[in-house]
């Protein structure tokens, strides 16, 4: 693993901030200043190659802020809090280093094409100032765009563009690691600083993306629905289908922050429908027993039993394969089990996949975005490039971009997490059929 930083220069020029806040205690970071990854150890010291970069301010920076001109581009699916974002580096660019000249890019990718339809907007104090209180990106967002990246660099080359601030997961900061690679081929003074934004928190050597918080918070309320439903009806079926295509976070936090769930189903585990062990007798003994049952379940989970032999594999513009709708065949599933069996039930589906993108920040995501914003400032001040700003044992960190996008994160199936989740729900450990 390299967590080595790229800088695109030598920083000569004193930080501004040095006028406003004093050299004492821990106000600037050195790059002397290290995170270890692995802080758990057995007999063995930490190794100190294996350590991310501390984030925060440099006393000495690259750009002269006065000159420097910003871009900021939002990628992806929305995801909460990518407002605040933007808005924090507005506001750390302009009021803390006194550069002015920010330009937001429009719909992605797509807005820094040559021929792109909406072009870029100035970003200020002013038309920035509320944009925290509603959900989605001022910018707009799309997937894709990528398909020739020596055009995007050359739009970026020809606005006279200093810093590109990325802020998307996995597909976004591929695409932001090409641009610095470009960028760099070609001796550009142009810094590429990501910010990582994933409701699913499936970008690796990160603690946390923002939006997730807010994803699983609002993911909740779907989850207290479906158990109300479920309780008030004899054999009341609740079953939430939530966001998570190849990591199961949101379902696994959500469970275990509403402890109602009774079951719950990620793509890092596999299970069997039917069968001696397969959910369905679960199931059918947990209405037995109790009456009443919850189910979450997170879209990626279960693909390999919604596979079709000789189907071709769709994907979408980012290059991610379209998932069949596990939601909707377990609804069918459980339907035509019990109909079968000659026992009625009531079953209400929900899906709030759409609501949970779209809602506000809540608070504590809030101040997180704020935080990540001011210190993509400071490390692009700096002249990082090709890296993404993280956050790691609860301290922010530099994490090279290929670095994150080497692997995706997923849950450990046998972490203490996982085992805590299913302690909550008190499913067996295993629904698989020997």
């Given at each position: 693993?390299?967590?080595?930083?790229?800088?695109?220069?030598?920083c000569r020029?004193?930080s501004?901030?040095?006028?406003?806040?004093?050299?004492?205690?821990?106000?600037?970071?050195?790059?002397?200043?290290?995170?270890?990854?692995?802080?758990?150890?057995?007999?063995?010291?930490?190794?100190?190659?294996?350590?991310?970069?501390?984030?925060?301010?440099?006393?000495?920076?690259?750009?002269?802020?006065?000159?420097?001109?910003?871009?900021?581009?939002?990628?992806?699916?929305?995801?909460?809090?990518?407002n605040?974002?933007?808005?924090?580096?507005?506001?750390?660019?302009?009021?803390?280093?006194?550069?002015?000249?920010?330009?937001?890019?429009k719909?992605?990718?797509?807005?820094?094409?040559p021929?792109?339809?909406?072009?870029?907007?100035?970003?200020?104090?002013?038309?920035?100032?509320?944009?925290?209180?509603?959900?989605?990106?001022?910018?707009?967002?799309?997937?894709?765009?990528?398909?020739?990246m020596?055009?995007?660099?050359d739009?970026?080359?020809?606005?006279?563009?200093?810093?590109?601030?990325?802020?998307?997961?996995?597909?976004?900061?591929?695409?932001?690691?090409?641009i610095?690679?470009?960028?760099?081929?070609?001796?550009?003074?142009?810094?590429?600083?990501?910010?990582?934004?994933?409701?699913?928190?499936d970008?690796?050597?990160i603690?946390?993306?923002?939006?997730?918080?807010?994803?699983?918070?609002?993911?909740v309320?779907?989850?207290?629905?479906?158990?109300?439903?479920?309780?008030?009806?004899?054999?009341?079926?609740?079953?939430?289908?939530?966001?998570?295509?190849?990591?199961?976070?949101?379902?696994?936090h959500?469970?275990?922050?509403?402890?109602?769930?009774?079951?719950?189903?990620?793509?890092e585990?596999?299970?069997?429908?039917?069968?001696?062990?397969?959910?369905?007798?679960h199931?059918?003994?947990?209405?037995?027993?109790?009456?009443?049952?919850?189910?979450?379940?997170?879209?990626?989970?279960?693909?390999?039993?919604?596979?079709?032999?000789?189907?071709?594999?769709?994907?979408?513009?980012?290059?991610?394969v379209?998932?069949?709708?596990?939601g909707?065949?377990?609804?069918?599933?459980?339907?035509?089990?019990?109909?079968?069996?000659?026992?009625?039930?009531?079953?209400?589906?929900?899906?709030?996949?759409?609501?949970?993108?779209?809602?506000?920040?809540?608070?504590?995501?809030s101040?997180?975005?704020?935080?990540?914003?001011?210190?993509a400032v400071?490390?692009?001040?700096?002249?990082?490039?090709d890296?993404?700003?993280?956050?790691?044992?609860?301290?922010?960190?530099?994490?090279?971009?290929?670095?994150?996008?080497?692997?995706?994160?997923?849950?450990?199936?046998?972490?203490?997490?996982w085992?805590?989740?299913?302690?909550?729900?008190?499913?067996?450990?295993?629904?698989?059929?020997?």
């Open positions: 693993m390299n967590f080595s930083i790229k800088n695109i220069g030598e020029i004193p501004p901030l040095l006028d406003r806040i004093s050299d004492e205690g821990f106000n600037y970071i050195s790059e002397t200043n290290r995170i270890y990854y692995d802080i758990y150890t057995e007999n063995q010291k930490p190794d100190k190659d294996q350590s991310f970069e501390l984030a925060g301010p440099r006393k000495m920076i690259h750009f002269n802020p006065t000159e420097v001109r910003s871009a900021i581009v939002t990628c992806g699916g929305l995801c909460p809090g990518l605040n974002v933007i808005r924090s580096i507005v506001l750390e660019s302009y009021h803390i280093y006194g550069s002015k000249s920010i330009l937001g890019f719909y992605g990718y797509g807005g820094l094409k021929d792109a339809v909406v072009k870029p907007i100035e970003l200020s104090p002013e038309n920035v100032r509320d944009i925290h209180k509603v959900g989605g990106t001022m910018l707009g967002s799309s997937r894709g765009g990528t398909e020739d020596e055009k995007l660099v739009t970026l080359e020809k606005m006279k563009i200093n810093i590109l601030y990325a802020l998307g997961g996995d597909g976004t900061l591929k695409g932001a690691h090409t610095a690679e470009i960028a760099m081929k070609r001796g550009l003074d142009l810094a590429v600083v990501g910010v990582p934004k994933t409701i699913d928190n970008i690796s050597y603690q946390r993306s923002f939006g997730f918080e807010s994803a699983f918070t609002k993911a309320e779907s989850i207290s629905a479906a158990h109300v439903e479920a309780e008030g009806a004899q054999n009341g079926i609740g079953l939430v289908k939530l966001m998570g295509r190849h990591s199961g976070y949101i379902a696994a959500a469970t275990l922050a509403m402890n109602d769930v009774n079951f719950i189903f990620i793509p585990v596999p299970f069997d429908m039917e069968g001696e062990n397969g959910f369905l007798i199931l059918q003994k947990r209405l037995k027993d109790r009456g009443h049952a919850v189910i979450c379940v997170a879209e990626g989970a279960g693909q390999e039993l919604l596979k079709k032999e000789g189907a071709d594999v769709m994907k979408d513009a980012s290059g991610n379209m998932l069949d709708d596990i909707i065949f377990m609804k069918n599933s459980i339907s035509r089990y019990f109909k079968e069996l000659g026992i009625e039930i009531s079953m209400k589906y929900i899906d709030p996949s759409y609501i949970i993108r779209s809602t506000l920040a809540n608070a504590n995501d101040i997180y975005c704020a935080l990540l914003g001011q210190y400071h490390a692009a001040m700096a002249g990082k490039t890296m993404v700003v993280g956050q790691w044992n609860n301290f922010f960190t530099h994490v090279p971009i290929e670095l994150a996008i080497s692997r995706r994160k997923k849950m450990d199936p046998n972490s203490r997490v085992h805590n989740v299913l302690q909550a729900t008190g499913q067996p450990f295993v629904m698989v059929n020997r």
